[in-house]
C-alpha cells in the first residue's frame, strides 16, 4: 500500500467507524482530510476502488448495501497499539520460551527478549527439565495471580499436619524434579517460602 492510499484507507476507516456514509459523502470527507493535510485529492472512483480493496484483499468487514459502513462493531484496518496487559502477557511468553535457551529452533526468541519489559526482571515460572508434569492444570491461575502481583488465599496441608490456610503474595513457579512449587511470602511471616 502506498503512502497516499494508505492515508485514504486510515481516513475511510474512521469514517465507516462512526457512521454509514454514501459514496459521495465519503469522497467529499477523505477529499477534505486529504486537503487539510496538504495532499491531492483523489476521484470518486478511486474512493469505490479503495472500498473494494478494503474488503476484498484486507477483509475488512464492511457494508456495501445503501450505505457503507462497518458491519461489525468496534472492528478497525488499524489497530491501536497493545495494552499494557497484552504487552505484559507477551513479554512473559517470550520470557518463559526464552527459558529453553540452547534448544534447536529457539534461537529466534532472542531478538526478542532484548528491552521488553524493563520493570519485570525477575520470571513467573522457571524449569529444571521440560518433561510432561502433573499439576499443570493449576499453572493459567497460578501464572495469571504472580504477573497481576495479586495476593490469594492459599490452604496447605503438609504431610504430617492440618490444614493451614495462608495469605500468600506469590512470585515463581518452580519446576523441580519433576514437581511444581509455589514460591511467596506468607503475611503472617517475615521470609519467603517455597
Known amino acids: 500500500m502506498n503512502i497516499p492510499k494508505r492515508e485514504r484507507f486510515e481516513i475511510l476507516d474512521q469514517f465507516l467507524q462512526k457512521g454509514s456514509h454514501t459514496t459521495?459523502?465519503?469522497h467529499q470527507m477523505v477529499n477534505k482530510e486529504l486537503e487539510y493535510a496538504g495532499m491531492e485529492k483523489v476521484t470518486l472512483r478511486a474512493i469505490q476502488k479503495d472500498l473494494k480493496e478494503m474488503a476484498e484483499i484486507y477483509k475488512a468487514p464492511i457494508n456495501f448495501t445503501g450505505r457503507f459502513r462497518y458491519y461489525t462493531e468496534d472492528y478497525t484496518l488499524f489497530p491501536e497499539n497493545m495494552s499494557e496487559k497484552e504487552h505484559e502477557l507477551i513479554a512473559e511468553v517470550l520470557r518463559t520460551l526464552g527459558m529453553f535457551d540452547g534448544l534447536k529452533d529457539f534461537e529466534w526468541i532472542q531478538?526478542?527478549?532484548?528491552?521488553?519489559?524493563?520493570?519485570?526482571?525477575?520470571?513467573?515460572?522457571s524449569f529444571?527439565?521440560?518433561?510432561?508434569?502433573?499439576?499443570?492444570?493449576?499453572?493459567?491461575?497460578?501464572?495469571?495471580?504472580i504477573l497481576n502481583r495479586q495476593v490469594?488465599?492459599?490452604?496447605?496441608?503438609?504431610?504430617?499436619?492440618?490444614?493451614?490456610?495462608?495469605?500468600?503474595?506469590?512470585?515463581?513457579?518452580?519446576?523441580?524434579?519433576?514437581?511444581?512449587?509455589?514460591i511467596g511470602a506468607i503475611d503472617s511471616n517475615d521470609y519467603i517460602l517455597t
Not at 128 to 145: I, M, N, Y
Open 111 to 125: 531478538k526478542y527478549m532484548i528491552g521488553l519489559d524493563a520493570d519485570r526482571r525477575l520470571p513467573i515460572l
Open 152 to 182: 490469594i488465599q492459599l490452604s496447605y496441608k503438609p504431610f504430617s499436619g492440618k490444614i493451614k490456610e495462608h495469605i500468600l503474595h506469590p512470585y515463581l513457579l518452580k519446576e523441580y524434579n519433576n514437581r511444581w512449587f509455589l
Open 128 to 145: 529444571s527439565s521440560t518433561a510432561e508434569l502433573k499439576g499443570t492444570q493449576w499453572l493459567p491461575r497460578l501464572f495469571d495471580v
Open 24 to 26: 459521495s459523502q465519503l
